[in-house]
């Protein structure tokens, strides 16, 4: 279970019980098995092709019913799948791992929580299960990070927030420290200590070489989207490296990076979380 995230059921691929639906197809199927059958009687129809022909009228109606059919089939099919359950399916679903979604919360935001409740289900004391435990408290609750120093066996829970740039008020950290510490919850051995977050901001300084063609405009797209792509990528805890930086520069019609910040990885420690800050891209020349 250690390796159950949204990505790894991204790569399963689709179950075979969710068919490709194809509205054509099964008009020629329907076609073809009225001519059968008129044949088997000693009948014809030579303008089952036509517009305008009843026949045909009624093949089209009843082949839309069955594609809406099948399509219904779909939806009740993939309600059986985490990866591609919503709404009530997915409430459903959480249910059952004892996972309930909180007032207003996103599917993307619940299944992250039904999948660390999975995880987490042993007699207690998992990294998940807490986890699972602190993000359930509020919706604002950004993310969470679980983690021990060496050998001494504190439990911190460092919280990230959704608003004040990442930091964890006080109010919600002793909201989740409560729910985290309760009977049903808590290892008996366990000590768990709260703490908020440390963000950190990084600022993004390069000199980008541009092909001929490419418009200088790209920079401008560029700046403001590399913030959001670390957000989506980078966690709590995580490094972010130049190659990192450079990899999403280097995009068609790019021809090199020259970066001068930040000057080298920044190394995050279990509490920390580093954002991008300002983003400040210009044009070195031009080559091929």
Known sequence: MADLTIDALAALGKPDIIEMLD???ILRARKAKFLEKLTEHGLANDVIDLE??????????????????????NDIARDRYLYFARGAGLDHMGAFYDCYRLVDEKDDRYKQRIILAIQGRSPGGTAPRYKSVAMGVSLDV????????????????AVFSVSNNGVAPQALLDAVSAALNALEVKMVNDTIKVRAAVVV??????????????????LASLSAGLPGQWAAEGGSGRDLTRDWI???LMVSGVYSVAMSAPAADRVMQQYEAVRIGNVALSVAGRAY
């Open 201 to 218: 901001i990084v600022d993004v300084t390069a000199a980008l070489t541009l092909l001929p063609d490419t418009p200088e405009s790209i």
């Open 142 to 157: 950004a993310d969470v990070n679980v983690y021990t120093n060496g050998i001494d066996p504190t439990v911190w829970v």
């Open 246 to 248: 450079r990899s999403r």
């Open 52 to 73: 305008t022909d009843p026949g045909a009228v009624l093949l089209e109606e009843s082949s839309y019913r069955e594609l809406v059919l099948r399509a219904r089939g």
């Open 23 to 25: 509205y054509e197809a």
